[in-house]
T-cell receptor, first 115, second 110 residues
Framework: DTEVTQTPKHLVMGMTNKKSLKCEQH?????MYWYKQKAKKPPELMFVYSYEKLSINESVPSRFSPECPNSSLLNLHLHALQPEDSALYLC??????????????FGPGTRLTVL | DAKTTQPPSMDCAEGRAANLPCNHSTISGNEYVYWYRQIHSQGPQYIIH???NNETNEMASLIITEDRKSSTLILPHATLRDTAVYYCIVRVDSSYKLIFGSGTRLLVRP
């Protein structure tokens, strides 16, 4: 089983709202990732969590706040977003952090629209 | 990580083999070739990866040239459900990152 689940599937929010995206995996993976994908563009890495600790932040604005409460869950808290933040937000996980043979498995994504 | 070059689009007939090329002429010895695909509005799906030997799994085959400067992903009997954007990614052994390029949009025709 290589399933990563994400909720919600779709989210519409105003620029003053606070919302959260959720990602879950039960494969025992110890690395989890957030990617952002704008329309007609490839996914771009935002954050990496390794053993529940933030290990990489790709210079993401502070209005995006990741959280990894345990090894199965990854959240992305959103606050004061801009319309240009509208995108598909993808979560991924892998068995162990790092290493080119460590395959990342992606969830279906959350389609976010910021009004 | 080495850069990859893929044709922007390809098409093939249903039931025929789809051969998707990827150029990675600056690949170094510890970099792996990965292939993912993304069906419209879904998350990327892992297909296959390899270092220097050819690889095969239930989804596809990966042929890497001897000098490792290019590779080909082969879908042996393409179906309509294989219509997707296919990404070839070169990944260094110590890196967390998957750096996606522009990919190849494959259209499988009935």
């Amino acid at each position: 089983d290589t399933e990563v689940t994400q909720t919600p599937k779709h989210l519409v929010m105003g620029m003053t709202n606070k919302k959260s995206l959720k990602c879950e995996q039960h494969m025992g993976h110890r690395a989890m990732y957030w990617y952002k994908q704008k329309a007609k563009k490839p996914p771009e890495l935002m954050f990496v969590y390794s053993y529940e600790k933030l290990s990489i932040n790709e210079s993401v604005p502070s209005r995006f706040s990741p959280e990894c409460p345990n090894s199965s869950l990854l959240n992305l808290h959103l606050h004061a977003l801009q319309p240009e933040d509208s995108a598909l937000y993808l979560c991924a996980s892998s068995r162990l952090p790092g290493g080119a043979t460590d395959t990342q498995y992606f969830g279906p994504g959350t389609r976010l629209t910021v009004l | 990580d080495a850069k990859t070059t893929q044709p922007p689009s390809m098409d093939c007939a249903e039931g025929r083999a789809a051969n998707l090329p990827c150029n990675h002429s600056t690949i170094s010895g510890n970099e792996y070739v990965y292939w993912y695909r993304q069906i419209h509005s879904q998350g990327p799906q892992y297909i296959i990866h390899g270092l220097k030997n050819n690889e095969t799994n239930e989804m596809a085959s990966l042929i890497i040239t001897e000098d490792r400067k290019s590779s080909t992903l082969i879908l042996p009997h393409a179906t309509l459900r294989d219509t997707a954007v296919y990404y070839c990614i070169v990944r260094v052994d110590s890196s967390y990152k998957l750096i996606f390029g522009s990919g190849t949009r494959l259209l499988v025709r009935p």
